[in-house]
Nanobody, 120 residues
């Protein structure tokens, strides 16, 4: 069983930055692929980036977002720069044993989400 807790969301102006954190419980964190997803109101959940285990980004976020992980701290991060109003969404981290993909259905564990709001 893995429990995930996201933090770091909030309100930021367009062009600003935020760093999201996802802290995981358990001793085998390094064996899990970690993904970041987001869901905006009225839209489907979409893959953002992941450490699966190598880092991978959806095309829309390359160059603006950076994913990293610290296995010693059981934490994965999402650094978001040059934020746009359309980045407003609830951001979730998720864990999958072994290799992960961009498909949300392949992740077993999910955090509760953290709200990111970007004002224009």
């Amino acid at each position: 069983q893995v429990q995930l807790v996201e933090s770091g969301g909030g309100l930021v102006q367009a062009g600003g930055s935020l760093r999201l954190s996802c802290a995981a419980s358990g001793r085998t964190f390094s064996s899990y692929a970690m993904g970041w997803f987001r869901q905006a109101p009225g839209k489907e959940r979409e893959f953002v980036a992941g450490s699966i285990p190598s880092t991978y980004y959806a095309d829309s976020f390359k160059g603006r977002f950076t994913v990293s992980r610290d296995n010693a701290k059981n934490t994965v991060y999402l650094q978001m720069n040059s934020l746009k109003p359309e980045d407003t969404a609830v951001y979730y981290c998720a864990a999958a044993w072994g290799w992960g993909t961009i498909k949300s259905t392949e992740y077993e564990y999910w955090g509760q989400g953290t709200q990111v709001t970007v004002s224009s």
